[in-house]
């Protein structure tokens, strides 16, 4: 990080360091960075996955607004432009740092309905009965973001409330053009005659039947409703009334599980982030239910024993260091999140703390892959994750910050819309943990924190992180991408400071990803050749290619010039930086 002090790492082992020395044989073999240079601002900056949004939260903050409100109008009009992942019916997280070195978040995660329960996915025999946690009513958690927004807003929030959802309203109102992103999931749409799907073809289809041509207008006028009702009546514009009245309506109708009761009963919740340092950098970022705050201090705190600059960006030894540090998280991950209310005892001061991270680093072979096994008993399959989350980043003209990560689950979550509202539900109880007990080699993880319960937060790995120096925000950073977010998220960090890249270049190289289990590391198809695939994989690490890894947004702040820095991932088609 140019900007920034870089601090010497302790040294490295000595094994490492050999290792490094042989830089030669280990060329540096990233992705040709981007000539592309990242969007400056003296002021403010707003970076998401759609431009029209992105123009939405810039326009707040050219008018006066922080951080939060910018964050609040983007969040909204995504939820019109980007309905795969913007939304009104998922939930997420908030991470606000002002400029005076305080900080907050806002957690808007989803909860099981008040008639949940923990075998609520399983037959007689105790297997998961159907797709049911993944697909149709059962599968939809009590949406938390209008709640979110609102919240912070009450807390933080300078301009009217009214003002931030306007955008929205004008865009569903409006129309916007239609997408390539959107055109697989519409052709799907048109396909499928099954009235569970009814009111989405109505809000998503020319004359509920035709996928739009690409660029023409689609225009949302039951979703600028919604949005109507939430500007005039904030939170209960959305959790009582005709709103509320609708979704529970619908969820009755087909056999699903949120009242109106749940609805009201919601509430989103202000909680102290999770802190780390890392080479003079402070991290701050969400706590459960999130495991990604707490896996990437862990991951930080492992790498900062060694000199990540010395052995190269994207050489064999370094990526056999991520791995294994990947590989240890992960497995706490599985083994101790969830909840923090059902949880209360989840040892999160020591997942957090230096010595765990030093033990944990302690048992790395600097030159061979350890079996995930070795790492912790057991096995556990972990289902494919979809790639449909969204993030946005805020720099404001204080130089206050938000980092804020919101989800439908899947790729336009449980693709059902209710009737007469335009807005899509999610999938998200598909995170809770489906078998209570069973956690088997090619099963599934039924570890206890993370069962279903009635009213409780499916654990996420959602990764908003907001790093300061000196307790002023210097980088606002967070991805998409299901389990693979946190190592998104941890590598970009990484190559802003360790190996000194602009944001834009940090955002756009190659990426890895390793979960525990199972024990492969995923490549990015693009970026990872051939003969340092070979060299990886003699040290023990079985690969398979993975298509681009995760959507980052993200700004960064020079301290010395005050200017700030954006970039929006070219893995989105749509993504746009904007300020001024
Ligand atoms: O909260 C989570 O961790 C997941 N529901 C996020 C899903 C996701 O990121 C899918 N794709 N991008």
């Known amino acids: 990080m140019k900007t920034c002090h870089r601090i010497t790492p302790r040294s490295a082992t000595m094994a490492l360091a050999a290792i490094a020395a042989l830089s030669c044989?280990?060329?540096?073999?990233?992705?040709?960075?981007?000539?592309?240079?990242?969007?400056?601002?003296?002021?403010?900056?707003?970076?998401?996955?759609?431009?029209?949004?992105?123009?939405?939260?810039?326009?707040?903050?050219?008018?006066?607004?922080n951080a939060v409100d910018a964050a609040i109008a983007t969040a909204f009009a995504l939820a019109v432009v980007l309905p795969s992942a913007g939304n009104l019916g998922g939930g997420g997280f908030l991470v606000y740092h002002d400029a005076m070195g305080r900080?907050?978040?806002?957690?808007?995660?989803?909860?099981?309905?008040?008639?949940?329960?923990?075998?609520?996915?399983?037959?007689?025999?105790?297997?998961?009965?159907?797709?049911?946690?993944?697909k149709g009513p059962l599968s939809v958690g009590v949406p938390g973001t209008v709640a979110g927004l609102w919240l912070a807003h009450q807390r933080h929030g300078s301009r009217p409330w009214a003002e931030l959802v306007q955008?929205?309203?004008?865009?569903?109102?409006?129309?916007?053009?239609?997408?390539?992103?959107?055109?697989?999931w519409c052709d799907w749409l048109a396909t499928t005659t099954d009235s569970l799907y009814a009111a989405a073809r109505a809000a998503f289809l020319a004359d509920g039947a035709h996928p739009l041509a690409l660029g023409q207008t689609l225009r949302q006028p039951d979703l600028a409703a919604t949005l109507t009702r939430i500007r005039d009546d904030g939170q209960e514009g959305f959790y009582a009334g005709e709103t509320a009245r609708l979704l529970a309506a619908f969820m009755r109708e087909h056999g699903g599980l949120i009242s109106e009761a749940d609805l009201a009963a919601y509430h989103a919740v202000e909680r102290a982030p999770v802190r780390g340092t890392y080479r003079g950098y402070e991290i701050v970022s969400m706590a459960p239910p999130s495991s990604g705050g707490v896996a990437l201090i862990e991951m930080l705190n492992m790498l900062e024993g060694d000199d990540l600059a010395a052995l190269g960006h994207n050489t064999a030894p370094y990526l056999h260091l991520?791995?294994?540090?990947?590989?240890?998280?992960?497995?706490?991950?599985?083994?101790?999140?969830?909840?923090?209310?059902?949880?209360?005892?989840?040892?999160?001061?020591?997942?957090?703390?230096k010595e765990h991270a030093k033990a944990l680093r302690a048992t790395i072979d600097p030159l061979a892959a350890s079996p995930s096994d070795s790492v912790r008993f057991g096995a556990a399959y972990l289902a494919p994750e979809s790639e449909q989350t969204t993030h946005l980043s805020v720099v404001d003209a204080a130089g206050g910050a938000v980092s804020l990560t919101y989800t439908l689950e899947e790729s336009y979550g449980s693709?059902?819309?209710?009737?007469?509202?335009?807005?899509?539900?999610?999938?998200?109880?598909?995170?809770?943990?489906?078998?209570?007990?069973?956690?088997?080699?090619?099963?599934?993880?039924?570890?206890?924190?993370?069962?279903?319960?009635?009213?409780?937060?499916?654990?996420?790995?959602?990764?908003?992180?907001?790093?300061?120096?000196?307790?002023?925000?210097?980088?606002?950073?967070?991805?998409?991408?299901?389990?693979?977010?946190?190592?998104?998220?941890?590598?970009?960090?990484?190559?802003?400071?360790?190996?000194?890249?602009?944001?834009?270049?940090?955002?756009?190289?190659?990426?890895?990803?390793?979960?525990?289990?199972?024990?492969?590391?995923?490549?990015?198809?693009?970026?990872?050749?051939?003969?340092?695939?070979?060299?990886?994989?003699?040290?023990?690490h079985v690969v398979a290619p993975r298509p681009p890894m995760g959507i980052v947004m993200g700004i960064s702040v020079d301290r010395e010039t005050g200017w700030r820095h954006g970039a929006a991932d070219s893995r989105s088609v749509d993504g746009g930086v904007a300020g001024y």
């Not at 540096?28 to 996955?49: E, F, M, N």
């Not at 004008?170 to 390539?180: E, I, Q, R, V, Y």
């Not at 940090?506 to 390793?514: C, G, L, M, Q, V």
């Open 103 to 134: 900080a907050t978040t806002f957690d808007f995660r989803e909860t099981a309905p008040a008639a949940a329960t923990e075998r609520m996915f399983l037959d007689e025999r105790g297997a998961v009965r159907d797709t049911s946690n993944h």
């Open 415 to 540: 693709g059902l819309v209710v009737p007469g509202t335009g807005f899509l539900l999610n999938n998200e109880m598909g995170d809770f943990n489906a078998v209570p007990g069973r956690t088997d080699r090619r099963g599934i993880i039924g570890t206890a924190p993370n069962l279903v319960a009635p009213g409780k937060r499916m654990l996420s790995s959602m990764t908003p992180v907001i790093v300061t120096q000196g307790g002023v925000p210097v980088l606002v950073v967070g991805s998409p991408g299901g389990r693979t977010i946190i190592n998104t998220v941890l590598q970009v960090v990484l190559n802003v400071i360790d190996f000194e890249m602009d944001i834009r270049a940090a955002a756009e190289a190659p990426r890895i990803h390793h979960q525990w289990l199972p024990d492969v590391t995923r490549l990015e198809e693009q970026g990872f050749p051939a003969e340092l695939q070979k060299q990886y994989e003699a040290m023990g």
């Open 25 to 65: 044989v280990y060329p540096s073999l990233s992705r040709a960075q981007p000539a592309a240079a990242p969007v400056t601002a003296r002021h403010g900056l707003v970076a998401s996955d759609h431009h029209l949004a992105t123009d939405a939260g810039a326009q707040v903050l050219r008018q006066g607004g």
């Open 167 to 184: 955008p929205a309203i004008d865009l569903a109102a409006g129309g916007f053009p239609f997408s390539p992103r959107m055109r697989g």
């Open 322 to 353: 991520l791995t294994e540090t990947m590989r240890r998280a992960y497995a706490d991950r599985a083994q101790f999140l969830g909840d923090p209310e059902a949880n209360p005892s989840q040892p999160l001061d020591r997942l957090l703390s």
